[in-house]
């Protein structure tokens, strides 16, 4: 397997000489299912956004998808964000003006005009909301949605690009065991697609069902299994 996504010497600091993150190699490869575990404040979310190229505050090396994000000026790393990365964010964040489905197709604004296939696209988008029970949810305003339905709805719209790596932060929190179980059956399926998943939660359950598990503590990255 090739890696998707290469991380050398990381390090960031959040005051003079205290670091949060200290030294750090770690890689992604294609078609892999990564958890990332460690108590709260030990910065796994730091972590998973300096890799979504949301926080550029670092020293070391970070490539993703081929391009070292520290080379990237902001249009290339906007682009790299939205045609090879998928966020599903711990908080489910809509657009309240949109219905459930423009809050999906959202993306796929910003996507260049040769990558632009409506007909792809929504086909995607409905075989992805029925894989999540929210197909019956497209037309509705977000403000009618549960805190679940939201976070379902994050997930495909994370997907609906087709991106290779998705960079999950607690996706399963506001969910109960059956979606949890739901969502994370997606994330198998679309990492038997080739696709790079790292998952961030304080679920020791929803760790499990990774195949490669990582604790980040004291600044430092370890392998569980």
């Given at each position: 397997m090739s890696k998707v996504v290469n991380?050398?010497?990381?390090s960031k600091g959040f005051e003079k000489n205290k670091f949060i993150l200290k030294d750090i190699d770690f890689s992604l490869e294609k078609g892999s299912m990564t958890a990332?575990?460690?108590?709260?404040?030990?910065?796994?979310?730091?972590?998973?956004?300096?890799?979504?190229?949301l926080d550029n505050s670092y020293s070391g090396q970070i490539i993703v998808a081929g391009q070292d994000l520290s080379?990237?000026?902001?249009?290339?790393?906007?682009?790299l964000r939205n045609t090879k990365i998928g966020f599903v964010l711990q908080e489910p964040?809509?657009?309240?003006?949109?219905?459930?489905?423009?809050n999906i197709l959202l993306p796929t604004v910003y996507l260049p005009s040769k990558a632009k296939n409506k007909t792809k696209i929504i086909s995607r988008m409905h075989k992805?909301?029925?894989?999540?029970?929210?197909?019956?949810l497209l037309p509705r305003d977000p403000n009618t949605l549960s805190g679940g339905q939201k976070q379902r709805v994050v997930a495909v719209r994370a997907l609906i690009n087709d991106p290779e790596i998705v960079l999950?932060?607690?996706p399963t929190g506001s969910l109960d065991?059956?979606?949890a179980k739901t969502i994370i059956r997606l994330f198998?399926?679309?990492?038997?697609e080739g696709k790079a998943i790292l998952t961030v939660t304080h679920d020791k359950e929803v760790a499990a069902l990774h195949e490669n598990i990582f604790r980040l503590s004291n600044g430092k990255i370890t392998k569980v299994n």
């Amino acid at each position: 397997m090739s890696k998707v996504v290469n991380v050398k010497h990381l390090s960031k600091g959040f005051e003079k000489n205290k670091f949060i993150l200290k030294d750090i190699d770690f890689s992604l490869e294609k078609g892999s299912m990564t958890a990332l575990i460690g108590a709260s404040g030990e910065g796994k979310t730091t972590f998973l956004n300096l890799i979504g190229s949301l926080d550029n505050s670092y020293s070391g090396q970070i490539i993703v998808a081929g391009q070292d994000l520290s080379l990237c000026n902001d249009k290339k790393l906007s682009h790299l964000r939205n045609t090879k990365i998928g966020f599903v964010l711990q908080e489910p964040i809509l657009i309240q003006r949109l219905s459930v489905e423009q809050n999906i197709l959202l993306p796929t604004v910003y996507l260049p005009s040769k990558a632009k296939n409506k007909t792809k696209i929504i086909s995607r988008m409905h075989k992805l909301a029925q894989y999540l029970d929210i197909d019956s949810l497209l037309p509705r305003d977000p403000n009618t949605l549960s805190g679940g339905q939201k976070q379902r709805v994050v997930a495909v719209r994370a997907l609906i690009n087709d991106p290779e790596i998705v960079l999950a932060d607690e996706p399963t929190g506001s969910l109960d065991e059956k979606n949890a179980k739901t969502i994370i059956r997606l994330f198998k399926k679309i990492k038997d697609e080739g696709k790079a998943i790292l998952t961030v939660t304080h679920d020791k359950e929803v760790a499990a069902l990774h195949e490669n598990i990582f604790r980040l503590s004291n600044g430092k990255i370890t392998k569980v299994n």
